[in-house]
């Protein structure tokens, strides 16, 4: 059973600064990592992918994938109010292989 | 459409009582997927369909809970004798061949059994 876990937050940051967000999975065999965002009362919607160790980087928002170390980052520079949203990471697998596992996601608070 | 949509966006039952759940994903998406997500939890995966291949159906919390894709187009998620753990967001999400984790999402709809 694939595992994603998340601390469940809420991650509060002033607007402007940098907001960091973890995500640490179970299967060593994972290969592709997703990020969803999801405001209050709607539903997800993906925001980044990475596939290869190191960073990519997506205007404001940075993905950075440790496979040695088994987790996910996402940054977001310059955090805007707007921001503020719950941040899912997801990994393939755990019941087919086009499905994706969730993790219970972070919730980032960003005070202006 | 542009979007996924489901219907209703809400849908308040008695317990024991059957309910179905639409969803109508975007045209030429052939993956369609079923998750629900309740107070607190993350996404829980209930079923997948993929084109006119067999569903995978592992997901389902029991064998009250049915899904049909009709056409390869809309799909109806059927919660047979509805329990108060039932009580969660249903989200539809589609995805277009070649890009499968790349989920649209419908708006879900809040089922409260009461």
């Known amino acids: 059973q694939k595992e994603v876990e998340q601390n469940s937050g809420p991650l509060s940051v002033p607007e402007g600064a940098i907001a960091s967000l973890n995500c640490t999975y179970s299967?060593?065999?994972?290969?592709?990592f997703f990020w969803y965002r999801q405001y209050s009362g709607k539903s997800p919607e993906l925001i980044m992918s990475i596939y290869s160790n190191g960073d990519k980087e997506d205007g404001r928002f940075t993905a950075q994938l440790n496979k040695a170390s088994q987790y996910v980052s996402l940054l977001i520079r310059d955090s805007q109010p707007s921001d503020s949203a719950t941040y899912l990471c997801a990994v393939p697998g755990g019941s087919g292989y086009s499905t994706l596992t969730f993790g219970k996601g972070t919730m980032l608070l960003v005070s202006p | 459409g542009a979007g996924v949509s489901q219907s209703p966006s809400n849908k308040v039952t008695e317990k024991g009582k059957d309910v179905e759940l639409r969803c109508d994903p975007i045209?030429?998406?052939?993956?369609l997927y079923w998750y629900r997500q309740s107070l607190g939890q993350g996404l829980e995966f209930l079923i997948y369909f993929q084109g006119n291949s067999a569903p995978d159906k592992s997901g389902l919390p029991s064998d009250r809970f049915s899904a049909e894709r009709t056409g390869g187009s809309v799909s109806t998620l059927t919660i047979q004798r509805t329990q108060q753990e039932d009580s969660a967001v249903y989200l539809c999400?589609?995805?277009?061949?070649?890009?499968?984790?790349?989920?649209?999402f419908g708006s879900g709809t809040r089922l409260t059994v009461v």
């Open positions: 999400a589609s995805s277009a061949r070649g890009k499968p984790y790349g989920y649209t």
């Open positions: 045209s030429g998406h052939t993956a």
């Open positions: 299967d060593r065999g994972s290969q592709s």
